[in-house]
């Protein structure tokens, strides 16, 4: 109805041209001054209808032109009052953030990184280096190979080594190791 505030929202990206070309802004916030049917003065809204707009606070110098604009009801997807607008955008914002925080959970199922914190693989790993481990593999496919970087959570007894030792291990941290031997295979250690 007329002096009431819209906003045009486009439908699909191809008419934001034409919207531009008449003066109607996606995003932008106007007064409806005027609803025209056939020369004819309306109050309230028709199909058809001549709308004539005027931004409710000036734009930014490219966008500005002479007010107000006269456009024609076809020629705009959708009008939203500020509020509807708002909660349009403010629902497409927490879904944008919400998807956002669903694909950094499910990454960080599939792949973590880890930093080498000890010479218990120099010259493989030194300290320092990051390792961008790939979690889904072994759970898939569970034969390691000789040869293979694995990262395990300490056994009790690793964990125990640990502690005599002086070496303080946290609840999350894990062991880098290099597979030696497979199963059958005959391992002997030399004392150089």
């Known amino acids: 109805r007329v002096g009431k505030i819209v906003v045009p929202i486009l439908s699909r990206l191809s008419q934001r041209p034409k ?10 916030e106007y007064r409806i001054l005027r609803i025209l049917k056939n020369g004819e003065e309306r109050f309230t809204s028709c199909p058809g209808a ?57 990454v960080s199922q599939a792949i973590s990184l880890f930093f080498i914190p000890s010479k218990s693989m120099d010259p493989t790993l030194q300290v320092g280096d990051v390792l961008l481990v790939d979690k889904v593999s072994p759970r898939i496919i569970r034969q390691q190979k000789v040869n293979d970087i694995v990262l395990f959570s300490p056994p009790s007894k690793l964990q125990e080594i640990v502690s005599r030792s002086g070496g303080k291990l946290r609840s999350g941290d894990l062991f880098v190791k290099r597979i030696a031997a497979s199963s059958g295979d005959l391992v002997t250690v030399a004392a150089d």
Do not use: C, H
């Not at 001549?50 to 007010?67: N, T």
């Open 19 to 28: 919207m531009f070309e008449r003066g109607a802004y996606p995003g932008v």
């Open 50 to 106: 001549d709308y004539e707009l005027k931004p409710i606070y000036p734009l930014v110098a490219q966008l500005e032109r002479q007010w107000p604009v006269t456009v024609n009801e076809e020629d705009i997807p959708r009008l939203y009052t500020p509020s509807m607008y708002n909660v349009i955008s403010a629902v497409g914002s927490l879904f944008t953030a919400a998807t956002g925080l669903v694909t950094a959970f499910i």
